[in-house]
């Protein structure tokens, strides 16, 4: 354990020395870009010529000093301990950053990034087991693959789950070929974090930051919209699929969904109201503002919505359980974002010395 947290006073606060979690932080894995770059130059080249398409140039040089300004926080794990221990955050959920997915990338190449990833993470969250941990990197872009990229990350990397991207090439989330995917998290009991990078309006959001403050949401929406009319949340129930960024833009507007459903024949995919898969989805909290986040807790229900901070980028929140407190929930719904949601999606994952941790140093509680 690194120093005391500050304390939580307010009716917000969990109960009984409950741990605060973030299921929304990443690991940025420079040494894995330079391999991924050193083997396959002209496919990384052509990946970065397309990012900077997408983002403009601008906002490609606002978010290179960002990442240099940031980048002890985003490798170092004893700054990452202390930038916890000021947010009173008890534990961390750690994912790869987002530009570590290579969607661009061949079958071999592909593969060896994702065991990499997945090593990666596994060896960052050991440094802190009481206060860690991790999830890991599938090939989305190769279905065949993906499931033993999925065990490797949780059965021989101890990892709860993997990071998902909204597509990647022409797979989308809906896709045929990655059932036994869905399948094998089910069986794993493994979290799969929706977390999108890059969005395909492309060149339309090439200025302002629209690629990200437009283009992520969009991509949530999207990709949740597959997941539900295709039936793939019908025929997978017990699936433990948590969406960044608040689920984007479908959970506040699925009216529009539902009437589709009702007067489209091809938008039967599903057995229900689209509406309704919101209670079978997890949400991560970062929707910036309070009536934002009281919208997605009317929506979702409070018990769906977890503590999501997108450590460390600059889109994200420094302050998560102000955030939390100023969005006005009842005291058992905001206890229930901040601590008791996570203990229920992470089951034994949330180990008692985590909670023990959070209650002996007067933590969170």
């Known amino acids: 354990m690194s120093g005391e947290h500050p304390t939580v006073t307010d009716a917000a606060a969990p109960a ?19 391999a991924v770059g050193a083997r396959d130059p002209e496919g990384f080249g052509a990946a970065q010529a397309l990012e900077a398409r997408r983002n403009g140039p601008e906002s490609l040089a606002a978010s290179g000093r960002m990442i240099g300004e940031r980048m002890p926080l985003l490798t170092s794990l004893d700054a990452r301990l202390a930038e916890m221990d000021r947010q009173a955050v008890d ?21 060896w990034a994702a065991r990499e990833a997945n090593r990666a993470i596994a060896e960052h969250v050991a440094g802190a087991p009481d206060r860690l ?3 890991g990197l599938v090939p989305l872009q190769h279905p065949h693959l993906v499931v033993d990229a999925l065990e490797d990350a949780v059965v021989g990397n101890g990892l709860a789950g993997v990071e998902l991207s909204s597509f990647a090439g022409d797979v989308e989330l809906s896709d045929e070929r990655l059932e036994p995917f869905w399948t094998r998290a089910e069986e794993l009991d493994a979290i799969v974090f929706l977390h ?7 060149e339309r959001l090439d200025r302002f930051y629209l690629s990200n403050t437009v283009g992520q949401p969009v991509e949530n929406a999207v990709a949740l919209s597959h997941l539900i009319f295709s039936g793939v949340l ?11 960024h608040g689920g984007g833009y479908l959970p506040t507007f699925l009216g529009r969904s539902d009437h589709a459903w009702q007067v489209r024949p091809e938008a039967r995919g599903c057995r229900e109201l689209p509406s309704s898969y919101l209670r079978r ?7 910036h503002t309070p009536g934002a986040l009281r919208a997605l807790v009317d929506a979702a229900g409070a018990d769906r919505v977890l503590l999501g901070t997108d450590y460390p980028f600059d889109m994200g929140v420094d302050d998560p359980i102000d955030r939390v407190r100023e969005a006005g929930l009842a005291g058992q719904d905001a206890r229930a974002v901040l ?14 010395r985590a909670a023990a941790a959070a209650g002996s140093t007067g933590g969170a509680a």
């Open 339 to 352: 601590s008791g949601n996570a203990a229920e999606l992470l089951g034994s994952r949330l180990s008692a």
């Open 196 to 202: 999108p990078f890059g969005c395909s309006l492309d």
């Open 133 to 135: 941990l991790g999830l």
């Open 281 to 287: 989805l997890r949400f991560d909290s970062l929707v």
């Open 91 to 111: 534990v961390q959920v750690v994912s790869p950053s987002p530009s570590h997915y290579y969607p661009w990338a061949g079958e071999e190449l592909a593969a």
């Open 16 to 34: 009984d020395g409950a741990p605060v979690v973030d299921v929304h932080a990443h690991l940025l894995l420079p040494a894995l870009q330079q």
């Open 234 to 244: 019908d025929r997978h129930p017990r699936l433990k699929l948590v969406a960044a």
